[in-house]
């Protein structure tokens, strides 16, 4: 029964951590198999279609992705680019560059910077673009983003952002100032590995984290993502909570739209062991079942994963990417000298490099997605 | 006092009352609706609600269908 | 949705305030005689039974159809019927709720006689409405994913998507939009409308439907006291085939070249 009060926070009871992770190694070849031949999958599906039991099917599970991603999205892979506006921080996060104990120079672009960089990110070709900033409610909040988001609208048409979990009433703010889309990620649905990596600032309350899609379908934004950092913990079971985060996301707020990310941890200054390895072929599973399950949720790869890498799952229910990235604030209007990037980029070809190589794989660049056209915005 | 119901003409005894007119019709309770001049009037007020003259009466039942 | 693989043993379907245990619900139209129509419905061991209210016909005594429904502990859902616009259905459904002492309704508003298609528009006006008068309101509509959201939306108890056009008896027409209604829904979908034999039933809640309502079928059945057991079979095994989990078939064939070769190859480059 729809309960308007009811949010994610709730609803994640009913998935114990560990009653999840061992019904994930629990399924067999028989789970897979009748997951790849259903048209309509559900949550025991996406598991065993994670599960090791589906290793052996993964030509299987590409080749369903791929033609379920060509006949939602066509041939097409829409490009975004990422502009840190600011790298100030008031959280520690064991795992990333921007973190508050980490010495680091800081800096937060002014409107003058944001203008020039959004001149450089034009010539580039780009019209979608994705705002990043650390968490610094105080230095880099609302007022800020109120300042910065109609330098920004008057030269992209499309703008999504990465800061820190806001209000509902601020994101209906945000709303009217032009923010189409909002990426929020969990980093660990494991609430005790949570704890371990975010030891101080406002990003240490996991529940306020875990509601926020719930804060933003309220406020009616139109997009929203989610995510994990895949390698915090056991991956299998971390990427199921984002499937059954996203189920009941898609289930309560049926007029958003939903992305999804992958990010696998990569060294940062702070040298973190990963708890969990998942490796390439690991993730390429991972791509594919998020597809198998969600045939029309958007699946997006960052610059995060090697030239090589990219190239090659592209085609297999990726329907974005990003291009040409800096992960410094700044970083395009000029050659910046170096204030540390919040993770190591791995696929630093142009967007002119990326964009012949889609072409070349038969797709077409989306620069602009036409469906905001109508909004008015 | 003169009253119809649903199309039908039909004299009663003044002051009758919504329940009186049902007895007097052979009509169950259970089942049944009723509204006068087009308001539909609750069944807790039946024994109270007394009939004027000219009052155009539709009483409703309870049947078979999908 | 189940997340472990154990069947429920407790399978109740709860709508508002009341728990079934059988999920096939069935209309008293079209039956022959009061007779045959509550021998056939204590086959069907329905738990939930339609009806229409009608301007009393002062020349003869109706039947009393509710006595004998009453004493088989079946619950009672009025409809709206005749009704063809949302006022109309609106003073349907209080006169409804005096006539049974029930504040459950089942919105029907078909101003088209030929094929009695469900107005989606005033549909949603009287849903609105009632609603929010404290009315458990259970919509029959045609299978409109979006117009069902709006339908729980609006605080409707049930969303009730027809399979097919009333009597026609084609069974689930409605199949692709039906799947999307189930999939999207967070209160019971039951498939109205349409249902002409026990197949189409089981398919139904094969589908994940959490109920179906079936009149027609029975009442003009060579022998509806036979076909409405036949009903409630087909029902409880499409159920159970639903939590035991379907095998789903099979579309894809194998094509010969290997989208994820490139991995093999890659086992040696791990980026750390």
Redesign the interface.
């Given at each position: 029964?729809?309960n308007e009060k009811m949010t994610f926070s709730e609803e994640i009871k009913?998935?114990q951590w560990d009653d999840v992770r061992l019904?994930i190694y629990a399924k067999n070849g028989t789970d897979v198999q009748?997951a790849?031949?259903?048209?309509?999958l559900?949550?025991?599906d996406f598991k065993a279609l994670i599960s090791p039991a589906a290793a052996p099917f993964?030509?299987?599970m590409?080749?369903?992705s791929?033609?379920l991603t060509l006949q939602r999205f066509g041939k097409t892979q829409q490009f975004y680019i990422p502009l840190y506006l600011s790298n100030m921080c008031s959280n520690i996060c064991t795992y990333c560059g921007f973190s508050m104990h980490n010495a680091i120079r800081r800096t937060t672009l002014d409107m003058e910077q944001i203008e020039n960089e959004c001149l450089a990110i034009k010539k580039m070709g780009f019209d979608h673009i994705l705002l990043v900033t650390g968490e610094s409610e105080r230095k880099v909040g609302v007022e800020y983003f109120k300042q910065a988001l109609p330098i920004i609208k008057s030269h992209f048409s499309h703008i999504s952002i990465e800061v820190q979990p806001l209000d509902q009433l601020e994101y209906e703010i945000l709303i009217d100032y032009g923010v189409d889309s909002v990426l929020v990620y969990q980093e660990t649905y494991n609430p005790v590995t949570y704890a371990l990596h975010h030891l101080k600032g406002k990003k240490a309350d996991f529940t306020y984290r875990l509601n926020t899609h719930d804060r933003l379908g309220k406020a009616g934004m139109h997009k929203m993502g989610l995510g994990c950092l895949i390698g915090l913990e056991e991956w299998r079971t971390d990427c199921f909570y984002v499937a059954a985060h996203l189920n009941y996301l898609?289930?309560?707020y049926?007029q958003s739209r939903y992305t999804i990310s992958f990010p696998r941890l990569?060294?940062c200054a702070g040298g973190l062991e990963i708890k969990s390895v998942m490796?390439?072929?690991q993730l390429?599973q991972l791509v594919c079942a998020y597809r198998l399950f969600n045939p029309e949720v958007e699946l997006s790869l960052s610059t995060r994963e090697?030239e090589?890498?990219r190239d090659?799952i592209l085609?297999?229910g990726i329907t974005s990417l990003s291009a040409g990235s800096s992960t410094q604030p700044g970083g395009y209007a000029q050659e910046a000298e170096k204030a540390l990037e919040q993770f190591e980029i791995?696929d630093t070809r142009s967007p002119a490099e990326m964009a012949q190589l889609v072409k070349a794989q038969g797709y077409e660049v989306v620069w602009k997605d036409w469906d905001h056209s109508l909004t008015g915005k | 006092m003169n009253i119809t119901v649903n199309g039908s003409e039909l004299e009663i005894a003044a002051n009758s009352t919504v329940e009186a007119l049902l007895k007097n019709l052979d009509k169950p309770l259970n089942g049944s609706a009723l509204a006068v001049n087009e308001n539909i009037i609750r069944r807790s007020q039946w024994a109270e609600y007394k009939l004027c003259d000219g009052d155009k009466i539709s009483l409703f039942q309870a049947i078979a269908g999908g | 949705m189940l997340i472990s693989n154990e069947i429920a043993s407790n399978d109740q379907l709860i709508i508002a305030d009341k728990i079934f245990t059988s999920r096939l619900f069935t209309g008293t139209g079209k039956f022959n005689d009061q007779r045959t129509m509550v021998k056939a419905l204590q086959a069907s061991k329905s738990q939930l039974v339609t009806m229409a209210l009608k301007r009393v016909d002062m020349r003869h005594k109706d039947d009393d159809i509710l006595a004998p429904l009453i004493k088989n502990g079946m619950n009672l859902l009025p409809n709206t019927s005749g009704a063809r616009n949302a006022k109309e259905a609106i003073f349907a459904a209080q006169l409804a709720r005096e006539a049974l002492q029930t504040n459950w309704i089942k919105l029907e508003i078909h101003p088209d006689p030929k094929y009695l298609l469900p107005d989606p528009i005033e549909t949603l006006k009287a849903a609105e409405f009632l609603a929010k008068e404290g009315f458990v309101v259970l919509p029959y509509v045609h299978a409109d994913p979006v117009l069902c959201r709006h339908l729980e939306a609006a605080g409707c108890a049930a969303v009730m998507p027809l399979g097919a056009p009333i009597g026609s008896n084609k069974g689930i027409c409605t199949a692709d939009f039906l799947e999307i209604i189930i999939e999207q829904a967070n209160i019971p979908v039951i498939v109205d409308a349409g249902i002409g034999a026990p197949s189409h039933a089981a398919r139904a809640m094969e589908m994940g439907a959490a109920a179906v309502l079936v009149n027609t079928a029975i009442a003009v059945a060579g022998d509806p006291v036979a076909m409405s057991a036949a009903f409630a079979l087909a029902v409880r095994a499409g159920r159970q085939a639903y939590l035991a989990g379907l095998a789903g078939q099979s579309h894809y064939a194998l094509a010969s070249s290997p989208l994820t070769a490139f991995l093999d190859a890659e086992q040696m480059q791990e980026h750390g």
């Amino acid at each position: 029964m729809g309960n308007e009060k009811m949010t994610f926070s709730e609803e994640i009871k009913n998935y114990q951590w560990d009653d999840v992770r061992l019904s994930i190694y629990a399924k067999n070849g028989t789970d897979v198999q009748r997951a790849l031949s259903k048209s309509r999958l559900d949550l025991e599906d996406f598991k065993a279609l994670i599960s090791p039991a589906a290793a052996p099917f993964l030509e299987q599970m590409a080749q369903k992705s791929q033609q379920l991603t060509l006949q939602r999205f066509g041939k097409t892979q829409q490009f975004y680019i990422p502009l840190y506006l600011s790298n100030m921080c008031s959280n520690i996060c064991t795992y990333c560059g921007f973190s508050m104990h980490n010495a680091i120079r800081r800096t937060t672009l002014d409107m003058e910077q944001i203008e020039n960089e959004c001149l450089a990110i034009k010539k580039m070709g780009f019209d979608h673009i994705l705002l990043v900033t650390g968490e610094s409610e105080r230095k880099v909040g609302v007022e800020y983003f109120k300042q910065a988001l109609p330098i920004i609208k008057s030269h992209f048409s499309h703008i999504s952002i990465e800061v820190q979990p806001l209000d509902q009433l601020e994101y209906e703010i945000l709303i009217d100032y032009g923010v189409d889309s909002v990426l929020v990620y969990q980093e660990t649905y494991n609430p005790v590995t949570y704890a371990l990596h975010h030891l101080k600032g406002k990003k240490a309350d996991f529940t306020y984290r875990l509601n926020t899609h719930d804060r933003l379908g309220k406020a009616g934004m139109h997009k929203m993502g989610l995510g994990c950092l895949i390698g915090l913990e056991e991956w299998r079971t971390d990427c199921f909570y984002v499937a059954a985060h996203l189920n009941y996301l898609q289930k309560k707020y049926w007029q958003s739209r939903y992305t999804i990310s992958f990010p696998r941890l990569r060294p940062c200054a702070g040298g973190l062991e990963i708890k969990s390895v998942m490796d390439d072929k690991q993730l390429v599973q991972l791509v594919c079942a998020y597809r198998l399950f969600n045939p029309e949720v958007e699946l997006s790869l960052s610059t995060r994963e090697s030239e090589h890498f990219r190239d090659n799952i592209l085609p297999l229910g990726i329907t974005s990417l990003s291009a040409g990235s800096s992960t410094q604030p700044g970083g395009y209007a000029q050659e910046a000298e170096k204030a540390l990037e919040q993770f190591e980029i791995s696929d630093t070809r142009s967007p002119a490099e990326m964009a012949q190589l889609v072409k070349a794989q038969g797709y077409e660049v989306v620069w602009k997605d036409w469906d905001h056209s109508l909004t008015g915005k | 006092m003169n009253i119809t119901v649903n199309g039908s003409e039909l004299e009663i005894a003044a002051n009758s009352t919504v329940e009186a007119l049902l007895k007097n019709l052979d009509k169950p309770l259970n089942g049944s609706a009723l509204a006068v001049n087009e308001n539909i009037i609750r069944r807790s007020q039946w024994a109270e609600y007394k009939l004027c003259d000219g009052d155009k009466i539709s009483l409703f039942q309870a049947i078979a269908g999908g | 949705m189940l997340i472990s693989n154990e069947i429920a043993s407790n399978d109740q379907l709860i709508i508002a305030d009341k728990i079934f245990t059988s999920r096939l619900f069935t209309g008293t139209g079209k039956f022959n005689d009061q007779r045959t129509m509550v021998k056939a419905l204590q086959a069907s061991k329905s738990q939930l039974v339609t009806m229409a209210l009608k301007r009393v016909d002062m020349r003869h005594k109706d039947d009393d159809i509710l006595a004998p429904l009453i004493k088989n502990g079946m619950n009672l859902l009025p409809n709206t019927s005749g009704a063809r616009n949302a006022k109309e259905a609106i003073f349907a459904a209080q006169l409804a709720r005096e006539a049974l002492q029930t504040n459950w309704i089942k919105l029907e508003i078909h101003p088209d006689p030929k094929y009695l298609l469900p107005d989606p528009i005033e549909t949603l006006k009287a849903a609105e409405f009632l609603a929010k008068e404290g009315f458990v309101v259970l919509p029959y509509v045609h299978a409109d994913p979006v117009l069902c959201r709006h339908l729980e939306a609006a605080g409707c108890a049930a969303v009730m998507p027809l399979g097919a056009p009333i009597g026609s008896n084609k069974g689930i027409c409605t199949a692709d939009f039906l799947e999307i209604i189930i999939e999207q829904a967070n209160i019971p979908v039951i498939v109205d409308a349409g249902i002409g034999a026990p197949s189409h039933a089981a398919r139904a809640m094969e589908m994940g439907a959490a109920a179906v309502l079936v009149n027609t079928a029975i009442a003009v059945a060579g022998d509806p006291v036979a076909m409405s057991a036949a009903f409630a079979l087909a029902v409880r095994a499409g159920r159970q085939a639903y939590l035991a989990g379907l095998a789903g078939q099979s579309h894809y064939a194998l094509a010969s070249s290997p989208l994820t070769a490139f991995l093999d190859a890659e086992q040696m480059q791990e980026h750390g």
